[in-house]
C-alpha cells in the first residue's frame, strides 16, 4: 500500500509523526533522495511492497525535515483505505478538509450541506432532525453519509469542514 507525507507552507503549525521508537540504520542514499525531492512538492507518494519499510522511511525524512516547513508536515495513513480514489479524502482529513475543494469536489446535497452547518453549530442528531423536520435516524444517516463522503471520521472533523467551507462560523473560545 501507500504512504504519503503532505509537507504544508500555509495549513498550520507543527506535525502528528510519531515518536520514533527504535534508532534508524541504513538508507542513506533514499534519504537523501527524498529530501532533495520533498522541498519541490507538497506531496510526496512512496509506494512498495508490504512491509519494505516505507512508513519507516517516510516517518525518518519527515521529522528530519520538520524545521525545514515551518508550517508542519503530515503524516496520512493510507493503509487502510481500500480504494486509492479516497487518498485525496485522506489528505484532506489530515490537513483539516480546508484544502478539499468543497463541498462540491465530495458531492454533498443540499440536505447534507444543511446538516453539516448544524453539526458545526453543535447540534446533537435530535436536535438536527427537530430542526429539519426530520427523524433522528435520518439525521444519523445524513451524517454517516458526510463522513463517508468527506472520508472523516469524526463530527467534529465536519464542523471544522463547515466552518472552512464558509457554512458556519467558527465558536468562539470559552
Do not use: Y
Amino acid at each position: 500500500m501507500t504512504t504519503a507525507v503532505a509537507a504544508s507552507r500555509s495549513t498550520r503549525s507543527g506535525h502528528n509523526l510519531p515518536s520514533e521508537v527504535a534508532g534508524f540504520v541504513g538508507r542513506e542514499r533514499e534519504v537523501a533522495e527524498l529530501k532533495r525531492l520533498l522541498p519541490q512538492t507538497r506531496l510526496l507518494t512512496l509506494t512498495g511492497c508490504g512491509g519494505c519499510g516505507k512508513t519507516r522511511l517516510a516517518l525518518r525524512v519527515a521529522a528530519d525535515l520538520v524545521p525545514s516547513f515551518p508550517d508542519g508536515v503530515w503524516l496520512v495513513e493510507c493503509a487502510p483505505l481500500a480504494d486509492s480514489a479516497l487518498v485525496p479524502r485522506a489528505v484532506a482529513a489530515v490537513l483539516g478538509g480546508a484544502q478539499s475543494g468543497g463541498a462540491e469536489g465530495f458531492d454533498l446535497t443540499e440536505r447534507e450541506r444543511e446538516v453539516a452547518t448544524l453539526i458545526a453549530q453543535g447540534l446533537t442528531n435530535r436536535q438536527i432532525g427537530t430542526a429539519l423536520f426530520i427523524t433522528e435516524g435520518t439525521a444519523r444517516l445524513h451524517v454517516k453519509h458526510i463522513l463517508s463522503k468527506l472520508g472523516f471520521t469524526s463530527r467534529a472533523q465536519i464542523a471544522g469542514w463547515a466552518v472552512a467551507q464558509g457554512l458556519a462560523e467558527a465558536p468562539e473560545a470559552p
